[in-house]
């Protein structure tokens, strides 16, 4: 099986993919964690505002709004 590694925010508007890693420690990492974006969960891109930031995501059945200095951060993995 190949899998493709990219940053959340390089993610196309609707694919999905699993969180394969967090590249950022404290706080952010702790609000991310506690947002329930945690290794193998699923996002998926649903709208970009007209300048793409911030963008929103389907993540365990919530929208989630996140700026682009904070979804680069995030490793997701597409199958």
């Known amino acids: 099986?190949?899998?493709?590694?990219?940053s959340l925010n390089q993610l196309p508007l609707g694919r999905k993919a699993y969180v394969s890693a967090l590249t950022f420690d404290g706080t952010i990492r702790r609000r991310?964690?506690?947002?329930?974006?945690?290794?193998?969960?699923e996002i998926e891109p649903l709208y970009?505002?007209?300048t793409g930031?911030?963008?929103?995501y389907l993540i365990r059945g919530?929208?989630?709004a996140?700026?682009?200095?904070?979804?680069?951060?995030i490793?997701?993995?597409?199958i």
């Open 1 to 6: 099986m190949v899998t493709t590694q990219m």
């Open 48 to 50: 970009k505002s007209p």
């Open 32 to 41: 991310m964690l506690d947002l329930g974006i945690v290794d193998g969960t």
């Open 75 to 78: 490793i997701v993995s597409m």
């Open 62 to 64: 919530a929208v989630i």
């Open 66 to 73: 996140l700026r682009s200095d904070v979804s680069e951060k």
């Open 53 to 56: 930031n911030p963008a929103a």
